[in-house]
Structure formats: C-alpha cells, structure tokens
C-alpha cells in the first residue's frame, strides 16, 4: 500500500492495521479497516488465522506479477494497444493489464485446452465453425484481441454493475452469475480468478491513483491530517 493512503488511516492502527478495498466500475476506490462485505479484498495487513478470501492454490499472490509487468518487454510493446483500447472502451488500462497477466501472461499465441484464444483469452464467436476458426486466427493478433477483450469487459461491467462480478461472468459466464442473482457464483476456479486478478489491479491501480483517482471513499474508518 502506498504511503499516501496509509496516512488517511489512523495513525495509531498503522502498525497492526488491516486495510480492505474494491474498486467499483465507477472506478471509486472504496477503503475500510474491515471487510465491509463480499466485494471488499484484503489489500494491506494479515488476517487473523488466514485470508479467507483467498482460495488453496491460489496464495500466492499479485506481488510477483506486478514486479515482473514493470519491467517485461512483452508488456512494453503493448502499451499503445493498451491506452488505444482503455480510452475506445472506458476501461482501466491497469484492469486490462492485471486480466492479460492472469489470463495469458502476455502470450498473445496461447490457446487454452478449451479454445480460449490469446492475450484476454477469449473464446472465437461464430455461426459456424468455419467462422470461429476464423475469428480465432484473428483473435492471435494482440490489437484485435485486445479491443474485443476490452469491448466485452465493457458490456459486462454495465450489465453487472461491479468490477468483481464482471470479472466473474468474464471467467465463468454471464449465465453462471445470472443463475446466482447477479452475484460472485461459489465457484472456487471463479474465486480465485477474480480475486487474483483484483489483487493485480488494486496493486497497479495505486501507481496511478494519486495522479487520476476520481474519488477514495473510507468506510468505517478514523481519517487523520498527514503529519507536516
């Protein structure tokens, strides 16, 4: 957590705080000294007998990740596409970034067992399948791949309303998440998936939000003057 939003924590909870946060697809960073509800992820201190919101297997975290995004020359390349795609569709570089480093590890040639194609690993649409073959010979160029992923995360995160359960429909489904309500189905391949892939944005999300944050809400919390 960087040190501009630890100091709008009480200073007295800093040594031994937890800090719990989302950030939701109006792009509010919410901030709390507890997990409010389901949509609030563990961002800074230990939980008490473990993160229960991470899932076994998938404990290691977006620390690694995000070291390796700074200074990876396959991210690099990608960069222009990234803004192109980020401003076309009104989604966060960073989320696209964090989806493209779970997904693929920013291998624009991986085919997934199931056919899910590319950097967004997105699955070819077609009425046949002469023209899903097709669409998945396009889908390996990272431009196309790209702005298709970003359109798509576009539509369900104004369908759904939040970042995570648009995360969710993107891993499992919108009819997986419309099945339950709208809701993170209890899916713990889901699960995972989006709280790594919300782990990853909130990590570089903070390298920018002191320059482009629409607005950090803190819930529950005491907020204190930074000292001079």
Known sequence: MRAWLVLLLCAPLCAQAQVWGYV??????HVAPTQVDSRY???LGN????????VPGKADGAGGLLTWLEFAPEVKSLQAIL????????????LLKAIIAVESGFDAKAVSPRGAVGLMQIMPMGSTSEARKLEAARLLDAR?????????????????????VALAAWNAGPTAVARHGGAMPPFPETQAHVHLVLELYWALLQNTMPRRAKEIQMHGATVASAPN
């Open 144 to 164: 196309h791949n790209i702005l298709t992923g970003a359109r798509m995360l576009s539509q369900l995160m104004r369908r759904f309303g939040r970042v995570d």
């Open 83 to 94: 803004r192109e795609a980020a401003k076309v569709h009104a989604v966060d570089i960073e």
């Open 24 to 29: 939701d697809g109006a792009g509010v960073a």
């Open 47 to 54: 939980s008490a007998g473990g993160d229960t919101t991470r």
């Open 41 to 43: 992820h563990l961002v």
